[in-house]
């Protein structure tokens, strides 16, 4: 069974520091992998995914993902943090079928 | 295009009293999902539906059901609810059942069972 794993059920950087959100999974096989993105009292948006084209991800408003498979990891990063990256991320994989495992969740806090 | 609606926003209801969330996509999309968020837990799996006319559990079906209505519907029924159920609700739609799909989420229903 697929499990993500995400460190840190909470993150503090200040504006225009490096945003760095970690997401470890399991599996036997590569997998896809996701970022997505719950701003308050909203649906989910994807950041971007990992689907085996490049192991360096690049996805919107600033965000990258790089995967390592030897570390079976898929952590995401953002140079420069914005107030508007004020929200909640959640890493997610999706095997070789069409379901997906989510991490449980890293808030983001940005302060001025 | 309003991409994927749900309805109601929010809803209090009382131990044993039953419910239906509703969803809807305009996006022409094959699969569709429900999923409950729970603090801590991320979003976890209820019942999906692959295609039209085929619905298949999750990773928490017990107590809850669906219907997938036509291609652009997918209900989740809660025929007594219980306060483990207090939760938020999330629909989500994909144009096919493949693992790389983007899923993309409607709003949320916050479900209150008291």
């Known amino acids: 069974a697929q499990s993500v794993t995400q460190l840190g059920s909470h993150v503090s950087v200040s504006e225009g520091a490096l945003v760095l959100l970690r997401c470890n999974y399991s599996?036997?096989?590569?997998?896809?992998l996701f970022w997505y993105v719950q701003y308050p009292n909203q649906g989910l948006q994807l950041l971007l995914k990992y689907t085996s084209a490049a192991t360096l991800v690049k996805g919107i408003n600033g965000f990258e993902a790089e995967f390592k498979k030897s570390e079976t990891s898929f952590h995401l990063t953002k140079p420069s943090a914005h107030m508007s990256d004020a929200a909640e991320y959640f890493c997610?994989?999706?095997?070789?079928?069409?379901?997906?495992?989510f991490g449980a969740g890293t808030t983001v806090t940005v302060r001025a | 295009n309003a991409g994927v609606t749900q309805t109601p926003k929010f809803q209090v209801l009382k131990t044993g009293q039953s419910m239906t969330l509703q969803c809807a996509q305009d996006m022409n999309h094959n699969s569709m999902y429900w999923y409950r968020q729970d603090p801590g837990m991320g979003l976890r799996l209820i019942y999906y539906s692959a295609s039209e006319g085929t619905t298949d559990k999750g990773e928490v079906p017990n107590g809850y059901n669906v219907s997938r209505l036509n291609k652009r519907e997918f209900s989740l029924r809660l025929e007594s609810a219980a306060p483990s159920q207090t939760s938020v609700y999330f629909c989500a739609s994909t144009i096919l059942p493949g693992p790389q799909e983007t899923q993309y989420f409607g709003p949320g229903t916050r479900l209150l069972v008291l």
């Open positions: 599996s036997s096989v590569p997998p896809y």
């Open positions: 997610a994989v999706s095997p070789n079928d069409y379901k997906l495992s």
